[in-house]
């Protein structure tokens, strides 16, 4: 059996133990220390086991000489901190603080406890809780200079380049999101990424990342205004259903102010949400407009959505075909018309077929076949002979 199937069935018979007999609460999974920079975020993992379930608390503890523990709650260090709990078949708790700065180093401690009497004010609990510790260790982010943001071009290069690192530097990595651009283990200071064309495409968050211990980033942003497209250029719809049209923009930053107009003799007549029977469903980079209870009369045209974001404008337009509810039935009529002209056609023609036609298509085949008359010449020859 491998490591991890030997670990698995450790952890199912310690669950099983926690929801057996009263037990004291004990740790099935501790936080770990960690080394972070300012402006990092750092995340902390505890779990614990025991009958009752028990409780999970978090309490911290500074570097200064003069510092006692302090209990962490949700919220705590202007928002910075934020705290997950679960109880289900057993207690765990992760605890979230963002932004890091020098202050948040120290020491942080899961606490774990099934007594009953655990937080009472005058009873002191008869098992005193259990401690599992973690130190984070921020220091103070290295100076790292990024190319200005990026507005438009072609072949643009972006460019970082860290100064007094903490530590050698064992490579660079570019992402935008969650996508890994290139990567390389040059031991250099500098780092850059080259961008064919600036567009709707291209745009977005570059982070460049210096293989450090721990890691350092930067992130240089490339930024265009709006580049808006229809779902459908043209979209169809039936009296009297609910008509849908859908723009996007896949450009950075993001849209900040959707706005839907129909051309009315040549003029973008603004649609407001709510009014009539026009519904605006908007977030971030998609919008939607929702025509309820099409009528064949005013409601085909010529749509326009239009984003802003704060380098500027842009729109597109969407074409809304209204069909009559009699629409889906004339492919039907006009199949059943067909068939009765072939009808009608065949039955005229047999109608009007001469009667002798039908007369020898009845009898063919049927008369008596007729034989040859006596040919009473050769009879008469062939007496004269024989006289």
């Known amino acids: 059996m491998g490591a991890a199937g030997a670990t698995g069935l450790v952890l199912v018979a310690l669950l099983c133990a926690g929801r057996g007999a009263s037990g004291a609460a004990g740790f099935i999974k501790s936080p770990l220390s960690q080394k972070k920079l300012t402006e990092d975020s750092v995340e902390l993992h505890c779990e614990a086991i025991g009958n009752p379930i028990p409780e999970i608390q978090w309490w911290f503890e500074g570097d200064e000489s003069n510092e006692t523990y302090a209990q962490l709650w949700d919220g705590a260090r202007q928002d910075r901190v934020k705290i997950n709990a679960t109880y289900n078949l057993h207690s765990t708790s992760t605890i979230y603080i963002a932004n890091l700065t020098i202050n948040d180093s120290g020491t942080y401690e899961c606490r774990a406890s099934n007594d009953p009497d655990r937080n009472h004010l005058s009873k002191s609990p008869k098992v005193k809780w259990i401690r599992s510790q973690a130190n984070v260790f921020v220091i103070e982010h290295p100076i790292v200079e990024t190319s200005p943001n990026v507005t438009s071009g072609s072949a643009v290069v972006i460019s970082c380049n860290i100064t007094d690192p903490q530590g050698p530097v064992m490579g660079h990595m570019w992402k935008k999101g969650d996508k890994t651009l290139t990567s390389d283990k040059e031991m250099t200071e500098y780092t850059a990424y080259k961008i064919g064309d600036v567009n709707g495409d291209s745009s977005g968050v570059y982070e460049c990342i210096f293989e450090t211990k721990p890691p350092v980033s930067r992130t240089v942003h490339v930024t265009v205004k709006p580049h808006v497209t229809a779902y459908k250029k043209s979209e169809h719809g039936n009296e009297g259903d609910t008509g849908v049209l859908i723009c996007k923009c896949n450009s950075y930053p993001p849209v900040s102010q959707w706005t839907w107009y129909k051309i009315i003799n040549d003029v973008n007549e603004p649609i407001i949400n ?48 209204v069909r009559s509810r009699l629409a889906a039935l004339w492919p039907f009529l006009g199949i059943v018309a067909e068939v009765l002209v072939l009808v009608t056609i065949i ?33 008469n020859v062939r007496q004269r002979n024989a006289n």
């Open 274 to 321: 709510g009014t009539e029977r026009f519904i605006i469903k908007s977030s971030g980079n998609k919008t939607e407009l929702r025509v309820v209870n099409l009528d064949i009369e005013k409601d085909p045209g010529k749509y326009v959505c239009n984003a802003t974001n704060e380098l500027g404008t842009d729109g597109t337009i969407v074409e809304l075909r």
């Open 347 to 379: 039955f005229i023609y047999e109608k009007r077929r001469k009667p002798d036609e039908v007369l020898d298509d009845d009898d063919g085949g049927s008369a008596p076949l007729k034989s040859n008359p006596p040919n009473h010449k050769d009879k």
